[in-house]
């Protein structure tokens, strides 16, 4: 009699941030192990950072090792579908570019028909107001991610819970489903407990209502400790200490975000000298500005509201789910 490890099977798939697919998957009953990780690019062995610059051709995908007696690959068709916008061709919820795309990677002839057969299926239930963008793929080389990225959903509870809602996927699969997904629980941050509803006044008029803070009487103005100042609702990294300076002006500066993709700029003509906005692209918070008065390397000034920053400090990077900026801080 075969042993469930000798008649297990593989699918992957990808569905933008591998933290809530994985988290998905991973709960029904057959799926043995699902691994985040990278595929379909043209590295080896590419890093997180490689890959979120969309440079390398992978995208965040999920493997997932299956016990087809307990679970068909066609329920997890269904589990992936439900787990995902398949009509974004350009990323998923808060999540944008081709690294984030949706993607079925088939193992077999028999899953690429299944697969196929599927996606026609979703498209003729008329749910979708446009056409279903998820490819089909041959599966490719599969490269695990890094440690602190796997089972994040368990390691980082609270930060991965206000993603999952502030990037806007929880809300969109409430929505167009009508149910929760299975990695929602009966504990998970629901939309009506969004967290900008916690904001101190001062906090929610600069983040929701792009306000400013007084200069010199805000917390990070002055402030000099090690660490990564993030997204006050969504948590994401923006910028690191050892890009900030004290530019005199009252406001938290640094000369540059710690990840491109983090930030959003748009022209501001409220004054009548036009300014440059600053804004977080995950949560759509306003941060500041940002101005061409700033000193080398950059020459960049981004003025920023400490309102709308929290700090971690270095120590506490890797048990908040930031071990990846780590190397930043060491000697």
């Not at 409430?174 to 997904?181: A, D, F, K, N, Y």
Request: with cysteine; glycine share 8%; hydrophobic share 30%.
């Amino acid at each position: 009699m075969n042993t469930v490890k000798e008649t297990a099977q593989q699918a992957t798939f990808a569905g933008g941030c591998f933290w809530c697919l994985e988290a998905d998957l991973a709960k029904l009953e057959g799926v043995l192990e699902v691994v985040s990780g990278y595929t379909g690019g043209h590295t080896e062995n590419p890093t997180y950072e490689q890959v979120t610059t969309g440079l390398t051709g992978h995208f965040e995908a999920v493997r997932v090792n299956f016990d087809p007696g307990l679970i068909s690959y066609n329920q997890l068709l269904d589990v992936f579908w439900k787990s995902i916008d398949p009509i974004d061709p350009g990323g998923q919820f808060a999540d944008r570019g081709s690294q984030y795309r949706t993607v079925i990677f088939y193992h077999n002839e028999e899953q690429r028909v299944a697969a196929a057969e599927s996606r026609k299926a979703l498209q003729a239930t008329g749910k979708f107001r446009g056409p279903v963008a998820t490819l089909i793929l041959p599966a490719d080389e599969f490269y695990p991610a890094e440690d602190y990225h796997q089972k994040y959903y368990e390691k980082n509870k609270e930060h991965y819970r206000r993603y999952r809602v502030l990037s806007g996927r929880q809300d969109f699969l409430e929505r167009q489903w009508g149910h929760s997904t299975p990695d929602a629980g009966n504990n998970r941050t629901s939309v009506s407990e969004h967290p900008e509803v916690k904001l101190t006044p001062m906090q929610y008029r600069v983040t929701r209502q792009d306000g400013t803070e007084p200069p010199f009487d805000n917390e990070y103005w002055d402030h000099k400790e090690e660490g990564l100042y993030v997204d006050i609702i969504s948590g994401e990294p923006l910028f690191s200490s050892k890009d900030k300076y004290d530019s005199g002006t009252g406001w938290p500066s640094f000369t540059r975000p710690i990840k491109e993709e983090n930030i959003v700029q748009r022209p501001d003509h409220s004054l009548p000298s036009p300014r440059t906005e600053v804004r977080s692209a995950g949560s759509d918070s306003h941060l500041g500005h940002v101005f061409d008065d700033g000193p080398e390397p950059t020459g960049m000034r981004f003025c920023i509201n400490s309102a709308a920053l929290r700090f971690v400090p270095a120590e506490d990077l890797e048990q908040e789910g930031y071990a990846e900026f780590l190397d930043l801080f060491r000697d």
